[in-house]
C-alpha cells in the first residue's frame, strides 16, 4: 500500500496500462483461446504486453487473469490450473514491471449469477474470488482491480474476498452503459450508488471500465465523484467497438482519447488508462497528455 499511496500523495495522475486483449491477438491469441491459458503456454508473450505498457510509461500495470476464477476457467477446461494461472501471472508482470510500476492483478466477473438470480450462494462467490486473489498475492500482485462489474453484490463479493486474503490496495471497477435513463450496469446500478456502497464495503479506490469512449467516461466520473471521497479509477475504451470485414476494431486514435484527457482529470480521475482497443501508444499519449496538463 505504500507505494501507491506515495504515487498518491504526489498529486499527480496516475497512469495505468490498456487493453489486454487485444494486444494478445496480435501476438497470436486464437478467437476462442482462453487468454489466459497463455500465461502457460506463452509467457514470454504475456510479458511482452506488460513491458509494452511500462516502456510506454504506465505506472500500474495489469495481469492476464481477467478471467482466472476457478468458476471461469472451468468452462475452457482450466479450472485445475486456476491457482497456477494467477501466480504465475502476477510473476510475469512483476518480472516486466520491475521498479518501473506496480502490478495491480486483474479480477473480473465469474460469468456466474448469484442467488437468488443464479444458483452460486454468496458464500461461495466469495471463496472462488479469495482462491483466485490469494494465488495472484503469491504470485507478487502490488495490487487488486476488480473490474468490468455490472452486479454490486458480485462486486462486494469479490472485496470481501480481497479484504480477507489480501493485504494491498484494491480498487473495484464498473462498467456502465448510457441509457435513456442515465448510465447504469446492464444490472441497472447507477454510478453514484456504485461509488457509495463501494466506499462503504471496503474498497480503497472506486472507478469506471469499459463501456463507452472516453468522452462518456468523463460523465460517469463526474457522477461517482459526487457520490465518494475515494480515488477514482478510470479506463475508457478507445471508442465503441465497430464490426469491420467480420473483425471487432475501436477507431479512436491516441490522439483523440489523449484530447479528453483534462476533461477525465477535472471530473475527478486520479488514475487513468485505457481499455478494449487501447494499445501502448494510446498510454504513451496519455503520458504526454498529462506532462502538458502539468506544465
Given at each position: 500500500?505504500?507505494?501507491?499511496?506515495?504515487?498518491?500523495?504526489?498529486?499527480?495522475?496516475?497512469?495505468?496500462?490498456?487493453?489486454?486483449?487485444?494486444?494478445?491477438?496480435?501476438?497470436?491469441?486464437?478467437?476462442?483461446?482462453?487468454?489466459?491459458?497463455?500465461?502457460?503456454?506463452?509467457?514470454?508473450?504475456?510479458?511482452?504486453?506488460?513491458?509494452?505498457?511500462?516502456?510506454?510509461?504506465?505506472?500500474?500495470?495489469?495481469?492476464?487473469?481477467?478471467?482466472?476464477?476457478?468458476?471461469?476457467?472451468?468452462?475452457?477446461?482450466?479450472?485445475?490450473?486456476?491457482?497456477?494461472?494467477?501466480?504465475?501471472?502476477?510473476?510475469?508482470s512483476k518480472d516486466a514491471a520491475g521498479d518501473s510500476a506496480l502490478v495491480f492483478a486483474s479480477v473480473g466477473p465469474t460469468g456466474e449469477f448469484m442467488q437468488p438470480l443464479g444458483l452460486v450462494s454468496e458464500e461461495e462467490m466469495?471463496?472462488?474470488?479469495?482462491?483466485?486473489?490469494?494465488?495472484?498475492?503469491?504470485?507478487?500482485?502490488?495490487?487488486?482491480?476488480?473490474?468490468?462489474?455490472?452486479?454490486?453484490?458480485?462486486?462486494?463479493?469479490?472485496?470481501?474476498?480481497?479484504?480477507?486474503?489480501?493485504?494491498?490496495?484494491?480498487?473495484?471497477?464498473?462498467?456502465?452503459?448510457?441509457?435513456?435513463k442515465g448510465y447504469a450496469t446492464m444490472m441497472g446500478v447507477r454510478p453514484e450508488q456504485a461509488a457509495e456502497e463501494l466506499q462503504g464495503a471496503g474498497a480503497d479506490v472506486v472507478g469506471s471500465n469499459c463501456g463507452h469512449g472516453?468522452?462518456?467516461?468523463?460523465?460517469?466520473?463526474?457522477?461517482?465523484?459526487?457520490?465518494?471521497?475515494?480515488?477514482?479509477?478510470?479506463?475508457?475504451?478507445?471508442?465503441?467497438?465497430?464490426?469491420?470485414?467480420?473483425?471487432?476494431?475501436?477507431?479512436?486514435?491516441?490522439?483523440?482519447?489523449?484530447?479528453?484527457?483534462?476533461?477525465?482529470?477535472?471530473?475527478?480521475?486520479?488514475?487513468?488508462?485505457?481499455?478494449?482497443?487501447?494499445?501502448?501508444?494510446?498510454?504513451?499519449?496519455?503520458?504526454?497528455?498529462?506532462?502538458?496538463?502539468?506544465?
Amino acid at each position: 500500500m505504500n507505494r501507491f499511496k506515495q504515487l498518491l500523495s504526489d498529486r499527480r495522475v496516475i497512469i495505468a496500462d490498456g487493453a489486454w486483449g487485444t494486444q494478445l491477438s496480435e501476438r497470436g491469441l486464437q478467437p476462442g483461446e482462453a487468454p489466459e491459458s497463455w500465461v502457460l503456454i506463452q509467457p514470454d508473450a504475456v510479458r511482452e504486453v506488460a513491458n509494452a505498457y511500462v516502456c510506454a510509461g504506465a505506472e500500474i500495470v495489469l495481469t492476464d487473469t481477467f478471467g482466472g476464477s476457478r468458476f471461469k476457467l472451468a468452462k475452457v477446461g482450466f479450472a485445475d490450473d486456476a491457482e497456477q494461472i494467477n501466480r504465475r501471472a502476477a510473476e510475469l508482470s512483476k518480472d516486466a514491471a520491475g521498479d518501473s510500476a506496480l502490478v495491480f492483478a486483474s479480477v473480473g466477473p465469474t460469468g456466474e449469477f448469484m442467488q437468488p438470480l443464479g444458483l452460486v450462494s454468496e458464500e461461495e462467490m466469495v471463496e472462488v474470488f479469495a482462491e483466485q486473489i490469494a494465488a495472484l498475492q503469491a504470485g507478487g500482485a502490488d495490487g487488486i482491480l476488480i473490474e468490468t462489474m455490472t452486479d454490486l453484490g458480485e462486486a462486494k463479493a469479490a472485496l470481501q474476498a480481497a479484504k480477507n486474503v489480501f493485504s494491498g490496495p484494491v480498487v473495484v471497477s464498473m462498467t456502465f452503459d448510457k441509457g435513456p435513463k442515465g448510465y447504469a450496469t446492464m444490472m441497472g446500478v447507477r454510478p453514484e450508488q456504485a461509488a457509495e456502497e463501494l466506499q462503504g464495503a471496503g474498497a480503497d479506490v472506486v472507478g469506471s471500465n469499459c463501456g463507452h469512449g472516453i468522452e462518456n467516461m468523463v460523465e460517469v466520473i463526474r457522477l461517482m465523484d459526487g457520490a465518494t471521497d475515494l480515488p477514482l479509477w478510470a479506463k475508457p475504451n478507445a471508442g465503441l467497438p465497430q464490426l469491420v470485414g467480420g473483425k471487432t476494431i475501436f477507431t479512436q486514435t491516441p490522439e483523440e482519447t489523449a484530447a479528453h484527457f483534462g476533461e477525465l482529470v477535472e471530473a475527478g480521475a486520479r488514475i487513468i488508462g485505457g481499455c478494449c482497443g487501447t494499445t501502448p501508444e494510446h498510454i504513451r499519449a496519455l503520458v504526454q497528455a498529462r506532462e502538458q496538463l502539468d506544465a
